[in-house]
């Protein structure tokens, strides 16, 4: 009563101080300190990943107090948004691993989150950053940051990523890296500067785990002097290059050393009636072994691993393992689309018949000018192809010389480099060896085939330096040929010539030659990236 009367009995003015002055203090004092706490609004940038026009997550590096942490900004090169150039982004060895990847991500890197009206504050990749206003209030979260460890296989990614990057580089601003050994140019080439860049980077960062599991003579084994010799010498050549890794945690693909000229040699039997499942399960019980015994296998359901047959049989032994045949590189001498090769997968490399088991007495020819017959062919009548061929020409015109046997004491060789077009007709199957044949004696080859993709086709354009013949018009090969002006010829044999250090094979392998264009085939499938054109894979 007391209080209240003393209240009471105050004037006016005096009461109006007691209620206003506390007003002023408290409204002081948090002036005060809500201008200590406004910092992050410059110095805390919070950024989202955002959708592109296309609907495609993009990932969008974190600085936070203005500085850009390593493992956050990386993940920019490891969701790398790729062009239409020349690089396709998806992968299938980690496309699940990404999505995995990805949210795990957002759940580990959680950032303080400004709300306003009880809405997320999202930056659209499309629209400048803006921060908010400091004249509202902001709950900011305060638990710190958690930074992800990142597997071995995302560390893998990250890099080939970058090489990604490197070559799209390349490939859009025109600039070439000197090379002391050899710089690609020139019309043979779909793009030069993106297949040296990509070679380059192939040799910088490429690694490749060989699966040391199997016994001679099927595995770890082949043949180096027949038709087949090519499945032999790789995968001699696998054992000893500087490619090879033998940490599988630093590998990028993994070989599996089998050679199906061995299997059909050793376990064929021409007497059996179901000659194919012992040599299709010779195949499928080394597939469950490496993966029973190592984890890669089935964490890519075998889509970073590779096989290698230059056999007229290798696609279809292939098909025991369906996970081999359907996601897994096949390097195939008989690249046949009708038999499943796909050529945004599958790599198709050449014939290449070594009767010494080397080069030697194999490379080179006359000039242009003496070379006296127009076209060449002499091969054994089977396939689809060859007899209309030999139908409309054999031993029927002097500039057109087809034989099925060559005349005593005529050399084969010999005629190859007196001839200006070499033909290449498909035999049982679409590989042969007289395209590399051609190109070593200096001969312009002429493809007469169905359903088959060239040797490297991805990185060379087989029509600046063949000519492509259609079945149908084998009845025309005369008039096509001689059609072809003097300065056209030149123009193709030079750059034939130019090309040919592609299909060399050397018992050291040398920058380029065929070994090593193999591993890059593979390498471009491992980066899902194709340099022909601007379509994706």
């Known amino acids: 009563m007391k209080i209240c009367s003393s209240w009471c009995s105050k004037s006016a003015s005096t009461r109006f101080l007691w209620i206003i002055i506390p007003f002023i203090l408290v409204s002081i004092f948090f002036a005060f300190g809500n201008s200590k706490s406004s910092s992050f609004s410059t110095s805390t940038w919070l950024f989202s990943s955002g ?5 495609e997550l993009v990932a969008v590096k974190v600085a936070v107090n203005g500085g850009a942490d390593h493992e956050d900004a990386i993940l920019e090169d490891y969701n790398f948004n790729n062009s239409n150039i020349i690089i396709n982004s998806f992968s299938p060895i980690t496309a699940e691993a990404d999505q995995e990847s990805e949210e795990e991500f957002q759940e580990n890197h959680e950032q303080p989150v400004v709300t306003q009206k009880d809405e997320s504050f999202n930056i659209s990749s499309e629209k400048p950053h803006e921060l908010p206003s400091l004249n509202e209030t902001h709950d900011l979260s305060t638990e710190p940051k958690i930074k992800k460890k990142f597997t071995n296989l995302e560390k893998l990614e990250v890099q080939l990523g ?24 020139g019309p043979m080439y779909w793009n030069a500067k993106a297949f040296h860049r990509s070679y380059l980077e192939m040799e910088k960062q490429f690694k490749v785990f060989v699966y040391e599991e199997g016994e001679q003579p ?54 059996s009636r179901d000659h194919w499942n012992p040599m ?59 038999e499943g090769f796909k050529p945004s997968r599958d790599v198709s490399f050449p014939e290449i018949l070594l009767p010494g088991g080397t080069m030697d ?22 396939g689809p192809i060859r007899p ?84 149908e018009r084998i009845p025309d090969l005369k008039k096509i040929l001689a059609g072809i002006s003097t300065r056209q010829y030149i123009r193709l044999q030079r750059r034939g010539k130019q090309v040919r250090r592609h299909f060399e094979v050397n018992r050291t392998p040398k920058r380029y030659d065929v070994f090593h264009m193999i591993l890059h085939s593979i390498w471009l499938r491992r980066l899902n990236i194709k340099l022909h054109g601007l379509e994706y894979l």
Not at 165 to 183: C, H, P
Not at 412 to 420: I, V
């Open 361 to 382: 007495g194999l490379l080179g020819g006359p000039s242009p000018s003496r070379r006296s017959i127009l076209a060449f062919f002499a091969g054994g009548l089977h």
């Open 162 to 185: 970058k090489a990604r990057a490197a070559i799209k580089e390349a490939a859009m601003s025109g600039n070439q890296t000197d090379d002391s050994d050899y710089v690609p140019t």
């Open 51 to 55: 959708k592109n026009n296309s609907g």
């Open 280 to 338: 299709k399960q010779t195949l499928t019980d080394y597939i469950n072994l490496v993966s029973g015994k190592y984890p890669y296998w089935n964490r890519s359901i075998g889509a970073d691993h590779f096989m290698l047959s230059c056999h007229d049989w290798g696609p279809e032994i292939s098909k025991a393992v369906p996970e081999l045949f359907k996601n897994s590189i096949r390097a195939l001498c008989n690249a046949n689309t009708s």
């Open 388 to 471: 209309i061929l030999l139908e409309h020409w054999e031993n029927k015109d002097d500039d057109v010389q087809v034989h099925r046997y060559l005349p005593k004491g005529i050399s084969y060789y010999g005629m190859l480099r007196n001839s200006k077009f070499c033909l290449c007709p498909s035999g049982y199957e679409v590989a042969s060896p007289r395209m590399v044949e051609a190109l070593y004696t200096g001969c312009v080859p002429v493809l007469i085939k169905d359903h088959y993709v060239p040797p490297f086709s991805d990185v060379l354009n087989w029509k600046s330096f063949s000519v492509e013949v259609p079945v």
């Open 218 to 271: 099927i595995f770890h084994n082949g043949p180096c002097k027949s038709i087949y010799a090519m499945e032999g010498n790789f995968i001699y050549q696998m054992e000893t290059t500087k490619f090879r890794t033998r940490d599988p945690e630093k590998a990028h693909v993994f070989f599996l050393p089998i050679s199906v000229t061995a299997i059909v040699h050793f376990i064929y039997d021409r007497k």
